[in-house]
């Protein structure tokens, strides 16, 4: 699979050629153009699986959301991910959306935190841009503006008393990518 994203930061697509034996998943409201090579099947909570039989396919994909496109690799570890933010993914991921932090992590119940985990990519679609932030230490971010993190970081509520948002302290090493709006 091969991928650009065009119009960074604001107005992106994400245009893909989808070759024999890839896995590409999105939502078809993302879709705004395919070719007729293009085939799909319904991949489970309102997600398909985009692919093709014999030709290269070409497919551009745009968010609803005012804001980056952004992707993550995955080389065999784990990721934690805010569910609103998942554009697409392709590879051999698997989402874990019933794992034991996922329902209480945001105020907001219908967003959740999904742990992805394979070999491949997540795309996601922030508000505003993605600040990638080396975490060493503790560092405390608004629960508003995590979009993903790895699981090498622990975490554990933290609150402002001047302040009517949340935060959450997080320790250890690993990568937080942060949205830039909320």
């Not at 489970?44 to 014999?54: A, I, K, N, P, Q």
């Not at 600040?131 to 560092?139: D, F, L």
């Not at 302290?169 to 949205?179: D, E, P, R, S, V």
């Given at each position: 699979m091969r991928y650009e994203i065009i119009g960074k930061p604001y107005y992106p697509v994400l245009r893909v050629v989808i070759e024999i034996g890839d896995r590409f998943i999105s939502k078809m409201d993302y879709v705004i153009s395919f070719d007729t090579n293009t085939k799909w099947k319904d991949a489970?909570?309102?997600?398909?699986?985009?692919?093709?039989?014999?030709y290269p396919s070409e497919?551009?994909?745009a968010s609803k959301k005012l804001g980056d496109i952004y992707l993550i690799e995955l080389s065999g570890q784990s990721l934690y991910v805010r569910s609103d933010s998942i554009f697409a993914f392709y590879g051999d991921v698997s989402i874990d959306r019933e794992w034991g932090g996922s329902k209480d992590f945001f105020e907001d119940q219908n967003i959740s935190l999904f742990k992805i985990?394979?070999?491949g990519g997540v795309f996601v679609a922030p508000a505003g841009m993605i600040?990638?932030?080396?975490?060493?230490?503790?560092?405390f971010i608004s629960?508003?503006?995590?979009?993903?993190?790895?699981?090498?970081l622990s975490f554990k509520p933290y609150s402002i008393s001047e302040d009517q948002?949340?935060?959450?302290?997080?320790?250890?090493?690993?990568?937080?990518?942060?949205?830039t709006r909320k």
């Open positions: 489970d909570h309102g997600l398909y699986l985009f692919y093709v039989d014999v497919m551009i994909f985990t394979g070999k600040y990638k932030k080396w975490i060493e230490g503790t560092n629960e508003e503006n995590v979009i993903a993190f790895e699981p090498s948002r949340s935060f959450y302290a997080f320790n250890g090493g690993g990568n937080m990518y942060i949205q």
